[in-house]
């Protein structure tokens, strides 16, 4: 399958008609980023950008989605999948009907429920029946009326999956630094402030992200920055402060978008 042209970046944290989203309870937010459901009622094409988080997502309609890498080969894809962290962009295009319903999960907690190394998840969609005892969860998400039902659902089954697990140290310093990586945006801390807090080394604590989340430090913060950035820039346009999105100028910006995702701007 071919897409008739490139598709745009859709932000995560805009709630519309067909894209709803929430967040986690208390108790399960070192796993959970946030809960989400893509619901298009016309053909929808959007691109994913490279991310440190895994999720898991459930084909409510059994309706199949396309993705494909910028160069190469696509996917197609009808059941309910597990997809490990993004290391390139893909778009990817979804029919009308399609019901899209899962969770984005903190980085390095794919790698944790699935008890392998982040390295072994880069880029990999698995079918999350062959790994996860989903049948009767997935069977109830179809049929239940509204996206609160469903997140209520899925958190329940989510608390019985992550709490009897024995987490170790470094997945706690992995959340750690990401929180304080993450916010603010303008003026994130840096690698060796936020290991000096953590009382940890940097060179550990990039060995420590590159385990779990597949990924050093420094690219997360990055990525996160950008990603951003981008959101500001496609909704103020000429009025898009670079300054306080973490940029020198508009060009180190534009840099930034060529260097860590290969894409130009206009192609997001």
């Known amino acids: 399958m071919q897409l008739g042209c490139r598709p745009r970046v859709l932000a995560d944290t805009l709630v519309s008609a067909s894209f709803h989203r929430s967040e986690p309870g208390a108790d399960l937010r070192p796993y959970v980023a946030f809960y989400w459901q893509c619901e298009p009622t016309t053909a929808l ?116 999956l992550f709490h009897p697990l024995v987490i170790d140290y470094r ?31 940097p060179k550990s604590l990039t060995r420590y992200f590159q385990q779990l989340v597949g990924a050093g430090p420094k690219r997360y913060a990055q990525l996160v920055r950008f990603k951003a950035a981008l959101t500001l820039y496609r909704h103020q346009g000429q009025a898009f402060d670079y300054e306080a999105a973490g940029y020198a100028d508009f060009a180190h910006f534009a840099r930034a978008s060529r260097r860590l995702l290969g894409q130009p701007l206009g192609a997001l």
């Not at 894809?77 to 993004?86: D, E, M, N, P, Y």
């Not at 969770?103 to 079918?127: F, H, M, R, W």
């Not at 630094?177 to 080394?201: E, F, G, K, M, R």
């Open 45 to 160: 094409s959007s691109c994913a950008l490279p991310t440190s988080a895994g999720l898991l997502s459930f084909n409510l309609r059994r309706r199949p989605w396309y993705s494909a890498p910028a160069v190469g080969a696509g996917l197609t894809f009808t059941t309910s999948q597990i997809f490990g962290h993004l290391t390139h962009t893909r778009w990817c295009h979804y029919p009308a009907g399609t019901l899209l319903f899962g969770v984005t999960l903190q980085p390095g907690a794919v790698a944790v429920l699935l008890g392998c190394s982040a390295t072994e998840l880069a880029d990999q969609a698995v079918d999350a029946a062959t790994v996860l005892p989903i049948t009767a969860l997935e069977a109830a998400l179809a049929i239940s009326s509204s996206f609160t039902a469903r997140v209520a659902l899925l958190e329940e089954y989510l608390q019985t």
């Open 171 to 201: 997945y706690s310093l992995v959340q750690a630094a990401v929180a304080q990586l993450t916010n603010p945006v303008s003026s994130p801390a840096s690698i060796t402030q936020v290991a000096d807090q953590l009382s940890v080394t």
